[in-house]
């Protein structure tokens, strides 16, 4: 990067504060490790929305802006920048958290999948990058969010992205046709459909055509309920990963108004009162700490397991939590950590015993996969460069639970005690929040505007089927003042029981799509769920054996709701009762959308660029 400008040098002085040396394992890309003293912003968290507000914010030359990751970028490795070797990093760039044990999944328990790494998710997701239907957010308006509609979300979906069409020979055999105007030409993420697509996949979507699904033209205007092709973050030209750090950091990493430091976590945030001014960090527990000032702003985007975290350690949380370890109490806010959601997953595995050629079986030949990968480093061509998923299917509860199941379902969920599968002791204001997410969640189920199911799908049985829309809430809390430890993450899966009366659904309805006429010829044979689970009982088994609670996608933990509801933050993304301080992440997520997440991350931090701006 460029040394900073004579006419900010002033502003900035380069001594960070109470230091007489370097910062221990302290990096500003591209500068000597020292800080500035003060910046208009600062950042906290420089993964996929902490870059974009970062960038944004930065386009005025005037403002200066400090985004802080404890992270560092990652190294450039075949697994994050082939698309089809996505999510093959491990652990590398990942937090090592592990949820509280999980009752609806007989104790079992599993990783919160936070990214530890500059760019956050995008560096280590599967790369799909599609969108909720117009209901899914239209829910977040009826809420009490005025400006957060399908209409007002739009603009910005499009502002983050380059859409790029299959090639022709493959929109002609598959038919990947799209809606120009649902989709932005000039973004920093390209957004491509996918330019190898193995043969046996048209008879899936056959499939799901005879099951009655209906087959979207587009599933990113607004119509993303069916069965569609989905675009990955993969740019066209170089057959490569499109992600936050590509797409907003690096093209900017010049400006001298925006610096990133990296390996570095943020402690607790200073306050004034119930202003904010600061954050103070750290390289490690025990290691020096630091304080910068912050002129305008401070912007958690940590993501919906660290932001929360940091939140409750600076005083701002559930009161008794709070004054149990100690912490003096800033703003009593209930909701900071609760109201946690994600899309629990049940892995289909199988096989066509009459498979096409070439398949994704194939992959497991070494010698067929050797070929694959000549072939993509040669001309950028074949399976690895497409991301992991091309296609999904969205379905409605009406499609998955026929009468008298569906009715069933309904009359379960209205009939239930708004407190009755929350935490014990919940605070009334998030009781009543639930309470009017579930009236709505419902009247948009029966008006069949939402999906409340997901069928990740490719040329073959297996299925990645998960809910989208679950009625059990969980939450991540701090059980320690030392904020070098994890937070303590509890999906609390299936603990509303209509989840599972779901999910028994979606078992059988994904079951009879391999029966459907099209696929007869392929000879599927499904090996989980077991053939030998046909009861219902034996379903709920099956699934409270396999279940996995992530998807991913966690969000929700300081919700943008009323805060007679349990919100955090308000339509603006202004923390309740606190001056000074922004979240701009998945966390203020109400109710987690029908997708998978990352391109709606992107459009919330391109808007809350916009209402920061608004306000400078």
């Not at 497991?364 to 070929?371: E, H, K, L, T």
């Not at 007869?520 to 379903?539: F, Q």
Request: hydrophobic letters at 40%.
């Amino acid at each position: 990067m460029s040394q900073l400008t004579t006419g900010l040098l002033s502003t900035l002085a380069l001594v960070a504060v109470g230091l007489a040396a370097p910062l221990d394992n302290a990096r500003i890309i591209g500068r000597d490790a020292a800080i500035a003293s003060s910046y208009d912003y600062i950042v906290v968290g420089g993964g996929t929305s902490g870059l974009v507000v970062a960038d944004r914010l930065s386009e005025d030359a005037r403002r200066t802006v400090l985004v802080i990751e404890a992270g560092n970028l990652d190294e450039g490795d075949d697994a994050v920048l082939i698309p089809g070797l996505a999510g093959g990093t491990g652990k590398k760039y990942m937090y090592n958290i592990t949820c509280e044990p999980q009752p609806g999944i007989n104790g079992r328990t599993y990783g919160l999948l936070a990214a530890h790494v500059v760019g956050g998710g995008t560096v280590v997701n599967g790369m799909a990058f599609d969108r909720g239907s117009a209901g899914d957010y239209d829910l977040w308006k009826d809420m009490g969010n005025p400006g957060w509609g399908w209409n007002d979300l739009l603009p910005y979906f499009k502002k983050s992205e380059t859409y790029t069409q299959s090639p022709p020979a493959i929109v002609s055999e598959f038919g990947t046709q799209f809606d120009p105007s649902a989709h932005g030409l000039t973004g920093p993420v390209h957004s491509s459909m996918p330019s190898f697509v193995y043969p046996a996949l048209k008879f899936v979507f056959k499939a799901w055509e005879q099951l009655g699904i209906t087959i979207p033209v587009d599933g990113a205007n607004g119509q993303a309920i069916g069965a569609f092709w989905m675009p990955s973050s993969v740019n066209p030209v170089t057959a490569t990963r499109s992600y936050a750090r590509s797409a907003y950091y690096d093209p900017n990493q010049g400006r001298p108004n925006f610096h990133l430091l990296t390996g570095q976590t943020v402690t607790k945030l200073v306050l004034q009162g119930k202003k904010v001014t600061g954050v103070t960090f750290a390289a490690a527990s025990g290691g020096h700490v630091t304080t910068v000032s912050a002129g305008k702003e401070v912007i958690l985007t940590a993501g919906a397991g660290h932001t929360p975290q940091i939140l409750q350690l600076s005083g701002i949380g559930p009161k008794a939590l709070l004054q149990g370890l100690g912490i003096p109490v800033v703003n009593d806010l209930p909701g900071v950590g609760r109201n946690f959601q994600d899309h629990p997953v049940y892995y289909f595995t199988g096989n066509f015993t009459n498979d096409l050629n070439p398949s994704p079986a194939n992959m497991s030949n070494p010698v067929f996969a050797a070929q694959m990968m000549d072939l993509y480093k040669s001309s950028k061509q074949g399976p690895y460069a497409n991301g992991r998923g091309v296609a999904a299917a969205f379905l409605k509860l009406s499609d998955i639970a026929v009468q008298p199941q569906y009715r069933n379902i309904i009359n379960a969920l209205r009939s239930q005690d708004p407190a009755a599968y929350l935490p014990a002791g919940t605070d009334r204001t998030i009781i009543d929040g639930y309470k009017t997410q579930r009236e709505l969640l419902i009247a948009y189920i029966e008006s069949g505007r939402v999906a409340i199911q997901e069928s990740s799908f490719a040329a073959a049985p297996n299925l990645g089927v998960a809910l989208q829309k679950p009625f059990s809430r969980g939450t991540i809390n701090i059980n320690t003042t030392d904020p070098f430890a994890n937070p303590v993450a509890d999906y609390r899966v299936l603990s509303n029981p209509v989840d599972l009366d779901i999910f028994v659904e979606m078992v059988k309805t994904n079951r009879r799509l391999l029966t459907m006429p099209a696929l007869a010829a392929l000879g599927p044979i499904l090996i989980n769920p077991p053939p030998s689970a046909i009861t219902d009982d034996e379903i709920r088994s099956a699934i409270r054996a396999n279940l996995t609670p992530t998807f991913a996608h966690p969000s929700s933990t300081c919700s943008m709701l009323k805060l007679e509801h349990g919100g955090v933050v308000d339509s603006s993304l202004r923390v309740y009762g606190i001056t000074g301080l922004s979240i701009a992440d998945a966390s203020i997520i109400p109710m987690t959308p029908a997708t998978h997440l990352s391109s709606t991350v992107y459009a919330i931090a391109e808007k809350a660029s916009d209402l920061i701006k608004a306000r400078a």
